[in-house]
């Protein structure tokens, strides 16, 4: 994934989404389906069907890209999602 720019996510379901955020934290961009943990930034692009994924790619694959590196899950937001999960805030 380091060495990637563009991280397409084909696949209709995707149980945790942690590949989502190892593709963030490498600096790539994400177009994938409105699964797993999926929202829109602007470094992930969440297409409708199959034509809009490719679309989406085809027009990243012209652009000046920003690989900069995401943070999707601070861990202090973890933390507090936690402690308001189980009632300790």
């Known amino acids: 994934m380091q060495r990637s720019k563009i ?6 379901f995707e149980g945790s989404g942690y590949v989502f955020a190892e593709a963030l934290v490498n600096g790539m961009n ?3 389906y409105n699964i797993g943990c999926a929202h829109r930034n602007p470094k992930w ?16 694959l012209a652009s000046k890209l920003d690989f900069s590196a995401v943070n999707p ?3 202090t937001e973890t933390v507090n999602r936690y402690a308001s999960l189980y009632e300790m805030d």
């Open 7 to 12: 991280f397409i996510h084909p696949s209709k």
């Open 30 to 32: 994400i177009v994938s």
């Open 45 to 60: 692009f969440i297409a409708q069907n199959e034509q809009e994924i490719i679309n989406i790619t085809i027009n990243l």
């Open 73 to 75: 899950f601070p861990l």
